[in-house]
């Protein structure tokens, strides 16, 4: 918070970096070879039930 006691709200391009970090770091392997796809083979029969 800034001294008025307001928060502060980060700018665009901040928040934008900061979006686009969080967005690489968590980001996984997709493809029919990846773990992504092997465990959405296995819980897609879940789904449909």
């Known amino acids: 918070m800034g001294r008025s006691g307001r928060f502060l709200v980060p700018e665009l391009t901040t928040a934008d970096h900061y979006v686009a970090s969080v967005i690489d770091q968590h980001r996984v392997d997709t493809g029919p070879e990846s773990a992504a796809h092997a ?4 819980v897609m029969p879940l789904v449909k039930e």
């Open 39 to 42: 465990a959405g083979l296995e």
